[in-house]
Antibody, heavy 120, light 112 residues
Framework: QLQLQESGPGLVKPSETLSLSCTVS??????????WGWLRQSPGKGLEWIGS???????FYNPSLKSRVTISVDSSKNQVSLRLTSVTAADTAVYYC????????????WGKGTTVAVSS | QSALTQPASVSGSPGQSITISCTGT?????????VSWYQQYPGKTPKVMIY???NRPSGVSNRFSGSKSGNTASLTISGLQAEDEADYYC????????????FGTGTKVTVL
């Protein structure tokens, strides 16, 4: 059973860069049937899609975050990475890594999520 | 990109059926059969309940069903149980600007 585990610093200072990793275990990171996504949920709020990366390397980002986001796949480490620059308090959230079924565009496997607070 | 509109809360008694609506536009819900629904308990990870409008993943109770009409998708929970009390989010694929997903505002289901 494929599992996802997010990791990274729980506290980031304003204007700095947030970097998270998602380790994929129990399955292949490379497949034509699925790709990877990052989502977040601010305290007490709903879910927000950040972006997606296909195994081809193609990426798609939420337009509201596009200028600050980079998502990539490292097959040698079985990891999917998220980088968000120039963070502010508005980026405080639980960040989720997900496996996305490509044909139907839905998230069938989620990591447990990692909480990131932006504060000085 | 505007969020999909869901009622803030829906409630029902055990055994009853409830329906949660998810209203978008012709660029998302109305334009594609890629609507999915997620259940989330407080402090927990979301879980997919319905994908591609009406398909249930293996292991999801058949009390959950999905449908779509025009720009509005719906999730129906039949035979409501205490364990169904959670937040529910819809999402749809959209190509209004670049290919991306748009989420619903979320609905709190309360079992009376």
């Amino acid at each position: 059973q494929l599992q996802l585990q997010e990791s990274g610093p729980g506290l980031v200072k304003p204007s700095e860069t947030l970097s998270l990793s998602c380790t994929v275990s129990g399955g292949s990171i490379s497949s034509s049937h699925y790709h990877w996504g990052w989502l977040r949920q601010s305290p007490g709020k709903g879910l927000e899609w950040i972006g997606s990366v296909y195994n081809s390397g193609n990426t798609f980002y939420n337009p509201s975050l596009k200028s600050r986001v980079t998502i990539s796949v490292d097959s040698s480490k079985n990891q999917v990475s998220l980088r968000l620059t120039s963070v502010t308090a508005a980026d405080t959230a639980v960040y989720y890594c997900t496996k996305v079924i490509s044909f139907y565009f839905y998230m069938d496997v989620w990591g447990k999520g990692t909480t990131v607070a932006v504060s000085s | 990109q505007s969020a999909l509109t869901q009622p803030a809360s829906v409630s029902g008694s055990p055994g009853q059926s409830i329906t949660i609506s998810c209203t978008g536009t012709s660029s998302d819900v109305g334009g594609y059969d890629f609507v999915s629904w997620y259940q989330q308990y407080p402090g927990k990870t979301p879980k997919v309940m319905i994908y591609a409008v009406r398909n249930r993943p293996s292991g999801v109770s058949n009390r959950f069903s999905g449908s779509k009409s025009g720009n509005t998708a719906s999730l129906t929970i039949s035979g409501l149980q205490a364990e169904d009390e959670a937040d529910y989010y819809c999402t749809s694929y959209t190509s209004s600007i670049t290919p991306l997903y748009v989420f619903g505002t979320g609905t709190k289901v309360t079992v009376l």
